[in-house]
């Protein structure tokens, strides 16, 4: 698994706007679910962490704790136009994972997403031994088969290709997928 991390935080930040530009109806909860399905796109997509942090187990469905504090406590930042998502800054595979599939999700109602999200065989329901261990950090393995089976197809996936460039010795450059 690649060890690529972004700050969890400025990824909510990027899918809370992208909501507000597109259109889409969303609250906390429903934030932390394109989160989600976010950070398991990209695990199966590249087998990589989309954030810093990993999800845990909830009562509602999976959350990633500092990005879910940071947003009700009004710590997020939505006129830093900063944001290395914005400023296009990440691998161009990042975001347009990031918004095809908030583009797909976000238009589920909120009920119908924590039904997929937590429905028996999903990793929620399983980490979580059916809803009665909460705060159980939730397995990366687990998570990427889920969306491989039921979220993305890679061998469908048209988007970037994920390639990250890194300095060579002598000034040459490579990039690794």
Request: hydrophobic share 40%; glycine share 6%.
């Amino acid at each position: 698994m690649r060890e690529i991390f972004f700050s969890s935080s400025k990824v909510l930040t990027y899918i809370i706007k992208r909501c507000y530009l597109k259109g889409y109806h969303i609250n906390q909860a429903k934030a932390q679910r394109l989160l989600y399905c976010s950070y398991g796109s990209i695990m199966a997509l590249f087998d990589m962490r989309l954030t810093d942090e990993r999800p845990i187990t909830w009562e509602a469905g999976p959350i990633f704790p500092r990005a879910l504090f940071d947003h009700m406590h009004h710590q997020l930042n939505f006129t830093d136009q900063q944001n290395p998502l914005e400023q296009r800054m990440y691998p161009p595979a990042i975001i347009y994972v990031i918004n095809q599939t908030v583009d797909n999700f976000a238009c589920m109602p909120a009920s119908e997403l924590n039904q997929f999200l937590t429905a028996p065989g999903t990793p929620w329901f399983i980490e979580s031994s059916q809803g009665e261990n909460l705060g159980v950090i939730m397995g990366d393995e687990l998570i990427r088969q889920y969306f491989l089976q039921n979220v993305v197809n890679p061998n469908a996936y048209n988007g970037p290709s994920m390639e990250i460039s890194i300095s060579g010795i002598n000034g040459n450059s490579n990039s690794w997928a």
